[in-house]
């Protein structure tokens, strides 16, 4: 398709986004590395509630503090909210980390299945 000289190619659709049999495939390969990927899914479950205690924080840190003129106390939830931003951070750190080794993991077993089927023909 050719419009004012730029060209636009048209992306095929291939299969469908998700396709059951697929992740049902790929799920053998993720078993050996379960506890590992419950772990990654607690830590995501973590993370998402240390990043919904921002909002909370700052509600707290208005209503009470900020209104009424109370610094000591703006200062102390100050400091508990830098708390769980380290916090949230580090958990997310931790996170990625074990995202991805799951997933290097799980790309050595796909390649070390594949290159002994193509040997053993």
Known sequence: MKDSGHT???EDVVGKAYDR???GRLIHYV???RWQA????????????????????TKI????YITPGDLTGLFRISM???LVLVLEFIFY???????EWIGQHIMFDLRTETFSHLQKM
């Open 8 to 10: 636009f190619i048209e």
């Open 21 to 23: 049999k697929i992740v």
């Open 31 to 33: 078993h050996p590395y």
């Open 38 to 57: 419950a772990a990654a899914v607690i830590l995501l479950i973590v993370v998402s509630l240390l990043q919904l205690a921002g909002p909370l924080f």
């Open 61 to 64: 840190a208005i209503d009470r």
């Open 80 to 82: 508990f909210f830098l």
């Open 93 to 99: 750190v931790i996170e990625i980390n074990l995202m």
